[in-house]
């Protein structure tokens, strides 16, 4: 087991708003680790900063983030540079704006390549249409010299992916990749990805808000609320045995056919997620969980539930509830 | 209403603000007539330049007339000229951007052809067509720019009415049985007044910039009227010995025009409007 | 591709129709035409004799029929004043307008396209700011003024620059860097704005993460996006030089087309001032119609496939 991507406690900022407070996870090779949890929450923020690509005002800190036993943390932006697109590739949630509407898919694709390998245009192209056909593009030689706006949503995000491992990347950060696909399109996507992670080695660093999602793929999971990890472990596990009461929360709220009975309320969690600013302390779900009581002004402790299975809260929930 | 802490907007507004006080009673309280000569004292410089007199502050002209008072009259000219000769076009282009926008149609295709046709033309040339042809005077100038500078207004008003023709509660009022015209004036209009200000402004600074250039061109407000632009055009023979004749008036202009644009941006940015072009 | 040409000639064909119209009522608007050619001091006799000689008594619908006719073959007719040809006194004078209308331009370019994508890419700095207050003051600056004043700096005082006439490539200095003056606000604003639009976008943020240097990302995905609209704007921009060289050919004396213009408006030369008012509407339709074509050229996603 060889971690790719290592983050400790990295801390997002911008100006006074605590996007991102404490986020640690462990990416393996070979293994999706999907971060969960709801709009705000700061899944994406995180993916951003792995990669240093804030925008102007943000401001990041962790203890370390290591990718490949490298410290990139202290990266200059040259090297970052060097790391992007090449050892490490992210697609991002809106595959019909995330193209260059002024250029061909195929100038788009080879260039990541060119950039960091020095190939020619031929061989560039090459690899570009073997990939484009590895990911389930038709007629791939007919698609180099065709422009983004060309082409359906799904094909677009199919282009991304390819683009993605022009340069055989040991990491791949997925931002909501399926959000804005048909549902059809997602399960394929999902799945390519999954072969794809196989074949290659792959780590991935899914970021969702599915919970769906996260069962079908996930390896491992970090249950993300308000800018921290308040719960994380296999995937299997959280299902089973979830103890947070935001995790519990969560996968209430999902409908199961046959574990419903009508008339019954579905699950929810009323409330919207804060929005952290300077001074806060304490646990950030405390104004919307139903078993808060006084200790949890104090910030949540780290608890250790089962082999890799970890939740910070002061009073974790076990077995079923009511 | 745009916060006073817009550095901009409040500039600009005070110097708008400045030279209408000017203009209003300014004139009145130099003491002088901006209209009478006296070949005794031609071309004086102003009182801080050598050979000034405390008499005429800012100087005389090359007839003798006071340049404070002749410079003050200006501004009443300049800022007459710019506020009927918007509201003429404001009348013009609005009306048709509103029907165009809200018809659509071939009503919208006659508009958009109309104002094409508009912007086709010289502007500058045309007007100074105009008065060349007939003969220079005030009401000439403001008709004439009037009827040729409502495009943006036309440009303006047609693109929002589009994109509140659709909105709910416009679709709303047609339900109640409103018909047309209260529809427009009703929920169109005061939806659109806030973009049509901005427009407003901006095309008050360029009526006054135009007829400067009219007046300039001796096609303009007649003399002795002192518009600024016929006081450079006068000026301009003795510009390279005394460049305070062609400097005051200039300066003027200048601040007065960029008073308004400032105006009409911090405006533009209190509305939160796009630039429609 | 062809089929929008098509459709966006015929419409510039009809806009030129009815600017001919235009021009036509226009130079009609004085009153009794035979009267302001004749002059004052003319019998009742003169001025019939010119109303005959001109054609001024037929009908006002055949003159103009007349007169559109023989305007689309490129016959406007000869000038009172002159004693020539209209559409040689155009011809003659065009390459000057010409000249200084493309150096007007490609001066805006030369300072607008770099200050505006400087301001964009260090937007709200102080490099922002003092773009915006040169946008400012450009917009504020009446150009006969400015004219007038780099006259006497740099004419008069420095002795650098001619200031009248059009002998050689300096003479158009001056005049060209006032035209290019009412160019700069426009076309600077524009680059900005579509550099900090283009700069935000996802297909940046994409690129970025792809590892490519930030040259490439300003000046190849970026640009390329943020600079379809200047291009076709500058070609409308030049247009509207065209048509307002009027006073500036007048500060300084260039024998252009717009001085021309003038001349025959002071001597009521109707002929000359109704061929110059349709050549300059004819020429901006033409612009309008080439910023199109280049909009749709530049913009892959207009060419419609």
């Not at chain 1, 009461?245 to 199961?256: A, E, M, Q």
């Not at chain 3, 008069?156 to 860097?177: C, K, N, Y």
């Not at chain 3, 033409?286 to 496939?305: E, F, H, K, M, Y």
């Amino acid at each position: 087991m060889s971690p790719i991507l290592e983050v400790k406690n990295l801390a997002v900022r911008f100006g006074p708003t605590l996007a991102v407070r404490n986020a640690s996870f462990t990416v393996q090779k070979g293994e999706t680790h999907c971060i969960v949890g709801e709009s705000g929450c700061g899944k994406s923020v995180t993916a951003l900063a792995i990669m240093n690509l804030l925008a102007r005002n943000g401001q990041r800190d962790a203890k370390a983030i290591q990718f490949s036993g490298q410290d990139i943390l202290a990266y200059s932006d040259r090297q970052m540079e060097d790391v992007r697109g090449n050892r490490m590739a992210m697609i991002f949630q809106e595959p019909m704006t995330s193209l260059n509407p002024s250029y061909t898919v195929g100038s788009q694709m080879t260039e990541v390549l060119r950039r960091h390998h020095n190939t020619t245009r031929d061989k560039a192209e090459q690899r570009a249409i073997a990939l484009m056909q590895r990911v389930g593009i038709t007629a791939p030689q007919m698609r180099l010299g065709q422009y983004p706006h060309q082409l359906s949503g799904g094909l677009r995000q199919r282009v991304m992916i390819a683009m993605a491992l022009m340069c055989d990347p040991e990491l791949l950060i997925a931002d909501e990749p399926t959000t804005a696909l048909d549902v059809t399109v997602q399960a394929q996507i999902l799945r390519l990805l999954a072969e794809l992670k196989q074949e290659l080695g792959l780590g991935i660093l899914l970021i969702t808000h599915d919970l769906g999602i996260v069962a079908r793929v996930a390896d491992h999971v970090s249950v993300m609320y308000a800018g921290e990890v308040i719960e994380s472990g296999r995937t299997a596990d959280l299902f089973a045995n979830p103890t947070h009461p935001y995790t519990r929360g969560l996968i209430d709220c999902v409908p199961v056919p046959g574990k419903i009975k009508p008339g019954e309320a579905l699950g929810s969690i009323p409330g919207t997620v804060p929005v952290i600013k300077d001074g806060f302390s304490g646990c950030a779900f405390r104004f919307r969980c139903a078993h808060a009581s006084e200790v949890c002004t104090q910030a949540a402790p780290r608890r250790e539930i089962g082999p890799d299975h970890v939740v910070h809260c002061h009073l974790p929930r076990q077995g079923a509830d009511q | 209403m745009p916060r006073l802490r817009d550095a901009g907007f409040v500039v600009g507004l005070a110097i708008v603000g400045l030279v209408f006080v000017a203009a209003v009673i300014g004139p009145w309280l130099t003491g002088h007539d901006a209209f009478a000569q006296d070949l005794n004292s031609r071309l004086i410089p102003p009182f801080w330049m050598e050979g000034g007199s405390s008499l005429h502050w800012l100087g005389t002209d090359q007839l003798g007339r006071d340049y404070l008072t002749r410079l003050l009259y200006g501004a009443r000219i300049s800022l007459f000229i710019g506020v009927l000769t918007v509201i003429t076009s404001g009348l013009i282009g609005t009306s048709l951007g509103v029907l165009g926008g809200f018809y659509g149609g071939r009503i919208d295709d006659a508009v958009l052809f109309l104002i094409t046709c508009r912007l086709s033309i010289p502007v500058v040339l045309v007007a100074l067509a105009v008065v060349g042809l007939i003969g220079s005077s005030l009401t000439l100038v403001v008709s004439t720019l009037g009827l040729l500078l409502w495009d943006r207004f036309a440009v303006v008003a047609r693109a929002t009415t589009m994109q509140i023709r659709s909105l709910d509660y416009v679709n709303a009022a047609w339900c109640s049985g409103c018909s047309p015209l209260e529809i427009m004036r009703n929920e169109i209009l005061p939806n659109i007044s806030s973009h049509l200000m901005v427009v407003c402004t901006l095309e008050i600074a360029l009526a006054i910039l135009l007829e400067a250039s009219l007046s300039f061109l001796g096609l303009g407000v007649p003399p002795p009227l002192p518009s600024w632009g016929l006081m450079i055009a006068e000026g301009k023979d003795y510009m390279f010995f005394s460049a305070w004749v062609i400097m005051i008036p200039g300066v003027a202009l200048f601040t007065l025009v960029l008073g308004m644009n400032l105006v009409g941006d911090g405006l533009r940015r209190a509305f939160g409007t796009q630039v429609i072009k | 591709m062809t089929r929008f040409i098509f459709r966006r000639a015929l419409l510039a064909l009809s806009v030129v129709m009815t600017v001919m119209a235009m021009a036509f009522v226009l130079t009609r608007l004085s009153g009794d035409l035979a009267i302001s050619i004749a002059g004052p001091g003319s019998t009742q006799a003169d001025v019939e004799v010119i109303r005959k000689a001109y054609g001024l008594d037929r009908p006002v619908l055949v003159q103009f029929f007349d007169w559109t006719r023989l305007a689309l073959t490129g016959d406007f007719g000869n000038s009172f004043f002159f004693k020539d040809k209209v559409a040689t006194l155009i011809a003659q004078r065009m390459p000057v307008t010409f000249t200084l209308g493309f150096a007007g331009l490609g001066l805006a370019l030369l300072i607008s396209l770099p200050l505006g994508i400087l301001a964009a890419l260090y937007e709200n700095t102080w490099i922002d700011r003092t773009a915006s207050l040169l946008v400012m003051v450009g917009q504020a600056m009446p150009s006969f003024w400015l004219g007038l004043i780099l006259m006497i700096v740099f004419g008069l005082q420095l002795g650098w620059l001619p200031i009248s006439g059009t002998g050689s490539w300096e003479h158009f200095v001056m005049p060209a860097v006032v035209l290019a003056f009412t160019a700069v606000p426009a076309l600077t604003r524009l680059m900005r704005s579509g550099m900090i639009e283009a700069l935000g976008s996802d297909y940046i943020r994409t690129a970025r993460a792809k590892g490519l240097s930030r040259s490439s990302i300003i000046f190849k995905h970026a640009l390329r996006n943020a600079a379809i609209p200047v291009v076709s704007i500058a070609a409308v921009q030049l247009g509207f030089m065209l048509g307002g060289s009027i006073v500036i050919e007048t500060v300084f004396a260039l024998h252009g087309v717009g001085y021309l213009a003038w001349e025959s408006i002071s001597k009521n030369d109707f002929p000359v001032v109704q061929a110059v008012v349709l050549v300059l509407a004819s020429i901006y339709i033409g612009l309008t119609l080439v910023s199109d074509i280049l909009n749709a050229l530049l913009d892959p996603r207009l060419r419609g496939a």
